[in-house]
């Protein structure tokens, strides 16, 4: 599988980096020629100084072999662009955009960008695994309606020992990441929920206030 990433930041640097360990083909591109070139050294992958905004830019990341786009820079208006750009391509199965501002997520809808997602601490390792190991209720949550990403900490005593894939994902919400002691870990079969930890939920908007009942009551 080929992706292209646009934005070589947090996210899409921590991105490339889960889908290189992952064995997948990753080019970044990058209008920052100093992160791109810092980039270039951190990782084993092609990096591009240039505007994904540009076509030829595009062109040259070999576009028309991409099977997945991922546009996660820090600018809305050129996610959105980007995204716009890549549906031209028909090989592209899958195109997810990073929206930084939750109001801007209609407008991404209405040109039927695919997924969009607003990144905190643990997007980039959820954006990894829907990209490598998709599942259809995760398109669905992310795809449709108002989303958001909550860091909850885990104070329901009733959840300790039982195992976190029991409760996600559902068609409200999924459990994304477990934090302990400051380590990001993604959810395995093995991973149970005890005291002193904190969790990162992906949740539609209208189903926040069940997601926080739930896990701290």
Not at 3 to 32: C, H, K, P, Y
Not at 117 to 131: C, D, F, K, M, Q
């Amino acid at each position: 599988m080929y992706v292209i990433i646009v934005g070589a930041g947090r996210v899409g640097l921590n991105l490339a980096q889960s889908l290189i360990r992952e064995g997948l083909n990753v080019t970044i591109i990058e209008n920052d020629s100093t992160i791109s070139e810092e980039v270039a050294e951190q990782i084993n992958a092609m990096v591009i100084h240039g505007d994904a905004t540009s076509v030829q830019v595009l062109e040259d990341a070999d576009i028309t072999d991409a099977d997945v786009f991922v546009a996660a820079t820090g600018h809305d208006t050129v996610n959105l662009l980007t995204s716009v750009l890549s549906q031209n391509y028909d090989n592209i199965k899958k195109i997810i955009a990073r929206v930084n501002d939750l109001d801007h997520v209609n407008a991404f809808k209405r040109v039927g960008i695919d997924i969009t997602v607003s990144p905190e601490s643990a997007v980039a390792s959820y954006l990894e695994r829907i990209i490598t190991r998709p599942k259809v209720s995760d398109l669905i949550i992310l795809g449709r309606g108002s989303t958001e990403l909550l860091d909850v900490k885990l104070e329901n005593k009733d959840l300790y020992g039982k195992r976190v894939l029991d409760y996600s994902p559902t068609e409200n919400y999924i459990i994304c990441a477990v934090y302990e002691d400051n380590e990001l870990i993604i959810p395995q079969e093995d991973t149970v929920f005890h005291e002193n930890q904190k969790i990162s939920v992906i949740t539609k908007s209208e189903c926040v206030q069940e997601v926080t009942k739930l896990f701290a009551p």
